[in-house]
């Protein structure tokens, strides 16, 4: 343990009997959760961030929607400039939603997305108006305890798994590790492309001190990149100034390493909130080297895209394009056919 995060010790002291009065107040049923006869399904984490849920839940919507069922998700709407309950419509923007649940939208056709801080009445509010849901994905509301999910997805990071973590600030454990018992399902995310089998016990042993679910393995898996906001075709051998806007960018640099000659990253806060300022400051680098802007391509996540779209024009005026790389997850086969069987006979029988 670091000497900084000996320091940060009382802080996270109090933080845990926070978490412990809480805990025990639902646990006790002072605090009342509820729990629906129909099929609710949460992704989240005990960590803050970055752990991939995003491409977890795209993962669920497709495997719902290619059995014929017809998901919906709720989110909080992280950064949102509303407030309260709402919908996603063709009009809604990143401000309006949040990021996330505009890419949901965006990428799912006969999909209902809602947003609500209060999941008890956001479930209520997206049922009686998208009638025809057959499961709720809840996206981010693992700590949320006030809504039992009858099936909860913990996902952790291979590199950053929570059993190495400490409560926050001196980590970034929203809850104590006893909070994965919550879990029917823990995913181990953003693998290598391969893990050896002693190595996957070794994980599933440290885990399983914790809580008894079974344990998959996901990687990411990158799509072709594309133009956002036109046609022009991304050009492998120009350079990449790649515009993020998310927790981790280790993962996205590596990939695009692989199929560019040079990166530069401009890194912004998670879920950061663009500005035209922002874009300008980019823009000006660049020309202060005295580089010919041709020479890059300009990429970006899906989630950021999502915040970077009202500024079509501001691209179109400077003639540059704004590329996107797509992401989602895979599991080896045992492992997907594992869990994907758990998920339909969930909902199959809720």
Same mark, same amino acid.
């Given at each position: ?103 949901? &939208?965006?990428? &799912? ?32 509301? &693992? ?179 704004? &590329? ?27």
């Amino acid at each position: 343990m670091t000497f900084f995060r000996l320091l940060l010790s009382p802080f996270a002291l109090l933080y845990a009997c926070i978490v412990a009065v809480r805990n025990f107040l639902y646990r006790t049923k002072i605090y009342g959760s509820i729990r629906y006869d129909f099929p609710v399904i949460c992704v989240g984490n005990l960590s803050a961030g970055g752990t991939g849920k995003t491409p977890h839940v795209e993962y669920l919507i497709r495997l719902l929607q290619q059995n014929n069922l017809v998901p919906a998700t709720l989110s909080r709407g992280y950064k949102r400039k509303t407030a309260g309950f709402v919908f996603a419509t063709a009009a809604s923007t990143a401000d309006d939603i949040g990021d996330e649940p505009l890419q949901y &939208f965006s990428k &799912f056709q006969n999909i209902s997305v809602a947003v609500a801080e209060n999941r008890v009445m956001g479930i209520a509010v997206l049922l009686a108006h998208a009638l025809q849901t057959d499961v709720v994905l809840l996206d981010d509301a &693992f700590q949320h305890r006030a809504v039992e999910a009858g099936f909860n997805l913990l996902i952790t990071r291979y590199d950053a798994l929570f059993t190495q973590d400490y409560l926050m600030p001196m980590g970034l454990l929203r809850e104590f590790r006893s909070g994965a018992n919550r879990a029917q399902a823990i995913v181990v995310s953003k693998c290598p492309d391969f893990i050896s089998s002693e190595e996957k016990n070794k994980i599933a042993a440290n885990i399983h001190q914790y809580c008894d679910a079974p344990i998959f393995f996901s990687r990411i898996k990158y799509g072709t990149v594309f133009n956002f906001f036109g046609e022009t075709n991304f050009d492998a051998q120009k350079e990449i100034v790649f515009i993020s806007g998310i927790a981790d960018n280790t993962v996205p640099e590596k990939y695009l390493k692989t199929i560019s000659p040079k990166v530069a990253i401009v890194s912004f806060a998670d879920h950061h909130r663009y500005y035209t300022t922002d874009l300008e400051m980019i823009y000006r680098t660049i020309n202060n080297e005295k580089r010919n802007w041709n020479e890059f391509n300009l990429v970006t996540t899906e989630k950021d895209a999502m915040r970077l779209k009202p500024f079509q024009h501001w691209f179109a005026a400077k003639n540059l394009s704004l &590329f996107v790389l797509p992401i989602e997850i895979e599991f080896e086969k045992n492992d997907k056919e594992k869990l994907n069987e758990m998920i339909l006979n969930f909902v199959k029988t809720e």
